[in-house]
């Protein structure tokens, strides 16, 4: 059974940074990044693929934050510069197996979130 975990959420003031860390047991997937704010649906965040470790955006955060990797300790990060109110929600990492996708359901393994509140 494939585990996935995030850590790295807290409170940070408008402007500030956090990083998000992943891991995600048995081999090396496509990751994505998703988050959702109380009363609104998942929406993309930032995906990162198995093959080539290209890299994709939701519009909303697309200069502000940057997904990565790290085969040796097995992780994908999410670095989240200048943050927004608006960036508060409960963000989840996902993995899949193969391609990529910006879409929740195309990914097969969820973390259980982690909360990042960003006060203005």
């Known amino acids: 059974q494939v585990q996935v975990a995030e850590s790295g959420g807290g409170l940070v003031q408008a402007g500030g940074s956090l990083r998000l860390s992943c891991t995600a047991s048995?081999?090396?997937?496509?990751m994505g990044w998703f988050r959702q704010a109380p009363g609104k649906g998942r929406e993309f965040v930032a995906a990162i693929r198995r093959r080539d470790d290209s890299t994709y955006y939701g519009d909303s955060v697309k200069g502000r934050f940057t997904i990565s990797r790290d085969d040796a300790v097995n992780m994908v990060y999410l670095q989240m510069n200048s943050l927004r109110p608006e960036d508060t929600a409960v963000y989840y990492c996902a993995a899949r197996t193969t391609g990529w996708g910006t879409l929740d359901f195309e990914y097969d393994y969820w973390g259980q979130g982690t909360q990042v509140t960003v006060s203005s």
């Open positions: 048995g081999r090396r997937f496509a």
